[in-house]
Each structure stands twice: as structure tokens, then as C-alpha cells.
């Protein structure tokens, strides 16, 4: 992906050239005539800008006072450093010096040839490339980290975050929420009648079926072997028992069907309500794992609040 480069200089024709000869090489670019436009371009473009070329003498904002305050917005915000090279009729070492310090990556002086600067373009290139494998291959990784590799959805570590924000949400705004630990009964004699090939299958299915009928905004994340975690969010108290009693009898309708064997399943599930007290996320999963063991030791495949 070619370049979007920011071009910044009070001077029209010095700009213009750049643009010509950006474009012509293939980058993107757009444009600011002063420091103060450069910020406000830098923040509404800051998702995709790759490299900053910024004159240093300019009314209101000169270059480096430019650079220094976009510096502080990406540390303020945890931004990805962002290469910025000054172009100047200034050659003094000082100068060349105090650009650096401002927060440049390198100091070019005008007039500038055109193989230089694009040859600098190249290597600008090569560094935004690498950025934004970097960026990627981050992605994928927080995916991967995040992620039950078995059923697709959230792990402990994600299901947790989930919670937390879900719980900040309720204290703040006092709007009522519910969370579950959702266990399939007796699954040890699923794995040692069908197979643990079969309990797989069988965990990814009440996963589907869950996810395929999930509400708006439910979430379901799997906490550890057949054990799953769900959130409920903006739950009126007195829906939370229908609104999991809907959820248990979706898993419990049908047997499961792996091979062309029937594997009946059915799941207990313990409910904790939470509207905004103060209480940390293990002691509302605490509470969900007691009605948890009450459902289980009242019969199974119920749900208790
Ligand atoms: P209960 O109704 O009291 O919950 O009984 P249970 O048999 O479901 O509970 P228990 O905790 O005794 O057994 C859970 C079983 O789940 C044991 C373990 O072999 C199985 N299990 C855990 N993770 C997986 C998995 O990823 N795949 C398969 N196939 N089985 C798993
Ligand atoms: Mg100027
Ligand atoms: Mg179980
Ligand atoms: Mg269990």
C-alpha cells in the first residue's frame, strides 16, 4: 500500500512541487499550510497517515512546535510513532539538532533534489511496510489470545474483560445486568460412552447453538472445559430468569447428533445479578458458581437465580 503522506508548508509552489512529485511516485498525500492545520490533519487522519514531510518556517505553529505537540498527542494517546522529516532552507547544525530533539526522524534541506527525495521516499517505505505488518501480525495475535480454539469464542482471559466492562457500565449508568456459569451435566459420561472426539463436537455445538440464538448483546465466553461464562447485559431483574431458562432449553431441545448418534445434552446454570454495588468480578462469578452447584445438586438441567 502506497503512502499517505502529510505535506506541510506556508509556501503554495513548495507545496504544490511536493504534491506533483509525491503523486507521480504513487503516494497519497494531503496538505496543511501552517502547524496548526498539520494537527488538526494529523488527528483527523492519524489511522492511516504514514509519514509527516514538514516545513519548519511557517506563521502561527512553525514546524517544530508542530512536531512537539503531535509528539505529546500520540504518547497522551498510545499511538504508534509516526515518522516526521523536516524540510528547511536552514543548514545551521543547530537547527538540524533542535529538529531532532523536536520529535523529526531526519532533516532535509530545501531545495531539495528530486532523486533525494525520492530516494528517502523509498526508505520511508520500507519503514511503513514494516509498520504495518507490525500492526497486523499484533492483531492477530491479540485474536489468537483471546480466542477458545475449540468453539471460537471468547476465552477466560477475554470473557473476563468482557465482564468487567459490562460491570463498570452497570455501576456508572445503574443499569441492571446478569452473568452465568453454564455447565453441560454429566459430561465426563458423554467423553466415556461417545468418545472424546464426540465431546468436542458436542461443545461446539451447544456453542453454536448458543451464539446462533444469541441476544443482542449477550455474550458468551468459555471459561474452562465444559464450562462457559455468559453476560447478560441492560437485564431487568425480573427477565433474567426467562431470559437464561431460553438459553438452557435451546441447548436441551434436541440430542446432539455426531456420526449419526444421538448424544442427549443438558446444562445447569447458575445466575448472578449485579446493579451496581460494589463488588469485583470473581465475587459475582463466585455467586454464579453457588446457584451453579444448587441447580446440580437439585437435578441438573435447570437454572438457578
Ligand atoms: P456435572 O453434571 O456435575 O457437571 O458432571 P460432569 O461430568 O459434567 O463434570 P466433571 O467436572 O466431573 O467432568 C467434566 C468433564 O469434561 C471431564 C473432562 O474430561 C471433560 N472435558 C473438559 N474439557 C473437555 C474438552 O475440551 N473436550 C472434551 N471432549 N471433554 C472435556
Ligand atoms: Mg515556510
Ligand atoms: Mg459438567
Ligand atoms: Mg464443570
Redesign the pocket.
Known sequence: MPMKVLIVDDTNTDRLLLKLHLSKLGYRTIEASNGKEAIEQFIANSDDLDLILMDVQMPYLNGFDAVRSIRDIQEQQKQEWLPVIFLSASAEDDDVEDGILAGGDDYLIKPISQKILSAKMLAMQRIADMRRRLVESNLVLEELASTDH?TGVANRRAFEVMLEREMSFTRRYGVPMACAIF?????????DTYG?????A??VEVVRRITKNLRDGDAIGRL????FGMILPKMPVDEVLAAFERYRAIVAEHPVIHEGVEIPITA?IGVAGYTGKKEDKLALLKRADECLYEA?ETG?NKVVY
Request: negative net charge.
Open positions: 475449540l455447565d453441560l451435566d454429566k459430561f465426563k459420561m458423554v467423553n472424546h472426539d464426540a465431546g468436542d458436542v461443545l474452562g472445559g465444559e464450562e445447569s446440580k441438573r
